[in-house]
């Protein structure tokens, strides 16, 4: 079975490489740059107190969503252990419990694991693919991927509001030609960024709540299609309620959610709780 090989470094080189992930990097280096030194400073100063303040929250935010994207990126998603064999008795009877075989690995793969075509490898609950990261999103670095996502949305959010700001409260010499491609380009680029990724961050945190991955939701939409048409109602099996599925995602700790490194509420990945319902 292929797996990334020399640990971490190795990991973190690889995504780095990639031409998505340096474009991400750049995109997010462009807009920190712009926000800071275009429209804060011309808006408020950066020597003023109201623009220190807005700009060390906006550092505070860019460098909290660069720090759970090179956690996302370099960390290994999840790996089936080598030693991972089926336990037919305890999951007799359990839909959606059972090991499956896959042919490309030659091996056992746990419930809720999936072998990924671009990584060309088996991966614990995976989500999806993510080529802005360059990795799989799956069991051990999903917490990291929703932590990046939803501190890219404050960013992106809290810098298109700086723009508006600068836009209305101050004046400009938009009768040269540049300073208005500046605007129309930066606004265009900054609502769309804020639209997308927010939409992204609003879609994983039902995925969270339902204890759900993406590719489970496309399931799910079979299965609850199949059970409204035999008059049964449908429930995804592994949702606990939402507080628990936060705390199966996030940890039990609520002042570690947002730390992408506190994992260690995760277990192997290969056994999940289910719902008796």
């Given at each position: 079975m292929a797996r990334r090989r020399g640990g971490p470094a190795a990991a973190a080189a690889t995504a780095v490489a990639s031409p998505a992930v340096v474009g991400t990097l750049a995109l997010m280096a462009l807009v920190y740059y712009s926000t800071l030194f275009v429209f804060l400073d011309h808006w408020?100063?950066?020597?003023?107190?109201?623009?220190?303040?807005?700009?060390?929250?906006?550092?505070?935010?860019?460098?909290?969503?660069?720090?759970?994207?090179?956690?996302?990126?370099?960390?290994?998603?999840?790996?089936?252990?080598?030693?991972?064999?089926?336990?037919?008795?305890?999951a007799q009877g359990q839909r959606g419990l059972e090991s499956r075989y896959c042919d490309k690995c030659c091996m056992f793969k746990p419930p809720r694991s999936h072998h990924c075509r671009v990584c060309k490898r088996c991966v614990l609950k995976m989500?999806?693919?993510?080529?802005?990261?360059?990795?799989?999103?799956?069991?051990?670095?999903?917490k990291a991927f929703i932590i990046c996502v939803l501190n890219a949305t404050i960013g992106s959010l809290y810098s298109f509001v700086i723009f508006l700001c600068d836009l209305?409260?101050?004046?400009?010499?938009?009768?040269?030609?540049?300073?208005?491609?500046?605007?129309?380009?930066?606004?265009?680029?900054?609502?769309?960024?804020?639209?997308?990724?927010?939409?992204?961050?609003?879609?994983?945190?039902?995925?969270?709540?339902?204890?759900?991955?993406?590719?489970?939701?496309?399931e799910a939409v079979?299965?609850?299609?199949?059970?409204?048409k035999s008059g049964q109602k449908y429930r995804h099996r592994f949702d606990l309620g939402m507080r628990k599925n936060i705390q199966m995602i996030l940890g039990p700790n609520i002042l570690c959610w947002l730390c992408p490194t506190a994992t260690g509420h995760l277990k192997d990945g290969t056994e999940f709780q289910i719902t008796n319902n």
């Open positions: 408020l100063g950066l020597g003023t107190p109201a623009g220190a303040a807005h700009a060390a929250a906006v550092s505070l935010a860019v460098v909290a969503c660069f720090f759970a994207f090179v956690c996302a990126a370099a960390a290994d998603p999840g790996s089936v252990p080598a030693s991972f064999a089926p336990d037919a008795e305890a989500d999806h693919h993510c080529v802005w990261i360059n990795n799989c999103v799956g069991y051990a670095n999903y209305f409260l101050k004046e400009h010499e938009f009768d040269v030609l540049y300073v208005k491609i500046v605007y129309i380009l930066a606004g265009v680029l900054l609502f769309f960024l804020s639209l997308t990724i927010g939409s992204l961050l609003c879609w994983h945190i039902y995925l969270l709540c339902h204890n759900m991955t993406t590719i489970e939701y496309r079979r299965a609850k299609w199949l059970a409204k």
